[in-house]
């Protein structure tokens, strides 16, 4: 007979997680786990209640139902002392994530980067990286920031005007297969797409499918890049990327076959290394829009999923950064869907690691998860409208 530890798992199912290296793989297999057997009791109960009305009632959405478990388990963990079996497993495994998420990142120092020979058309620098300024055009210059404090109020923050970070797009234009045949098309598109991100002040950089990279904005203004928006790193949070991160777009679509060429990636990482090396940017904030994305009408994440999978972090010279937690969900409590889930590829240890941060930051205020999202979605709704307020009096 199957031994059953004290939240209901089969003690089987720990021995089987205890056997997978990877923390947050051994976190999805319990909370894969915890869910079966959950609808398995939940099947149960209404086989034995039916032979009545039938009467239906309203279903959660999957995702609602597993994070909310997994977040209950996790509170009810770090709330009540229990002696042994799958609340000490989820324990353990909360304070092995956690604990290795606080380790200091390792970023090098991004390597000096110089311009090498200027001329009205072109710029040329000392890693290769060539950018065409054939297009470039000016917008509003860009206004000085607030950095928020991450568990602070409003009022606690400094303010900043040189970019610190890069988010990275695509452009969701048409496309052609990338073959030689299709050369008259490939360039014919590419044009324009320069010209409508040129009038409409996408970006600050347009990398073609050829890998030739375009000034758009200049760097010294904003570029209407990143709308509302969220990220954070050491020194706080960033609130609307426009004005203090640097807007660099592939030519390219989400799902395409040809989602982006080998040209486009090594033009990437020579743009990186130069953005990088001119703004002291730190690899944590090179980052992708669907990552820093928010929609405040519903609270949720991913109002924008360009690059919500498969950006080639690796080929562009950074870290996997979907494994940085996400500041919108444990300083905000914005929320994500299961369409969400889907264009990620399920594949972002970020979006892990935020939901246990939210739980242990509520276990330690003592406070239910959903009461302690509202407080800091609260929080949210006041910065953004000291931010709306503060850009009105700018327009004015
Ligand atoms: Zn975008």
């Known amino acids: 007979m199957a031994q059953f530890s004290i939240l209901g798992l089969p003690r089987s199912v720990e021995r089987r997680a205890a056997r997978i ?43 609602r139902h597993v994070v909310s478990m997994v977040t209950g388990l996790v509170v009810l963990v ?31 120092p991004a390597s000096r980067v110089w311009l090498v ?19 470039a055009v000016s917008n509003r210059p860009r206004s000085r920031f607030s950095i928020f404090s991450l568990t602070g109020n409003a009022e606690q923050q400094e303010d900043s005007d040189a970019p610190v970070g890069i988010v990275y797009h695509t452009t969701e234009s048409n496309l052609v297969p990338f073959e030689e045949e299709e050369n008259h098309h ?36 904003a570029a209407n890049h990143a709308g509302t928006s969220i990220w954070a790193d050491g020194r706080g949070v960033y609130v609307n990327l426009n004005d203090s991160f640097l ?4 030519e390219g679509q989400t799902g395409a076959v040809d989602e982006v ?7 990437g990482k020579v743009l990186t290394e130069m953005l990088r090396s001119r703004y002291d940017i730190p690899t944590e904030n090179c980052v992708t829009h669907a990552q820093v ?82 407080i800091l979605q609260h929080r949210y709704k006041e910065i953004a409208s000291a931010l709306k307020e503060k850009s009105q009096e700018v327009v004015q």
Do not use: C
């Open 21 to 63: 290296a990877d923390p947050v793989e051994r976190l999805r297999f319990l909370r894969r786990q915890a869910h079966a057997e959950k609808e398995s009791q939940r099947k149960h109960r209404l086989s034995s209640r039916r032979g009545g009305e039938g009467q239906k009632r309203p279903r959660r959405s999957h995702l």
């Open 78 to 108: 770090a709330t009540v002392p229990l002696p042994t079996g799958t609340a000490e497993t989820f324990a353990k495994e909360r304070m092995r994530v956690v604990a290795g998420n606080e380790q200091p990142r390792v970023a090098g």
């Open 117 to 135: 020979e200027r001329s009205d058309s072109l710029e040329l620098y000392s890693n290769g990286l060539r950018i065409d300024l054939t297009f």
């Open 186 to 221: 490939l360039q014919r598109l590419g044009r324009n797409l320069i010209e409508w991100v040129r009038q409409e002040r996408s970006y600050h950089y347009l990398i073609d499918r050829f890998g030739r990279v375009y000034r758009v904005v200049q760097e010294t203004d």
């Open 247 to 250: 807007g660099v777009s592939f």
């Open 261 to 267: 060429t080998p040209a486009q990636v090594a033009a």
């Open 293 to 374: 994305s928010v929609n405040p009408q519903n609270m949720r994440i991913g109002s924008h999923t360009d690059w919500a999978g498969k950006f080639p972090f690796a080929g562009v010279g950074l870290p996997d950064n979907y494994s940085i937690p996400l500041a919108s969900l444990y300083v905000f409590g914005f929320e994500y869907d299961s369409v969400f889930l889907r264009v990620t590829g399920m594949r972002w240890r970020g979006l892990d690691l935020a939901e246990l941060r939210v739980a242990r930051q509520a276990a330690a205020e003592g406070l239910e998860t959903t009461r302690y999202r509202a």
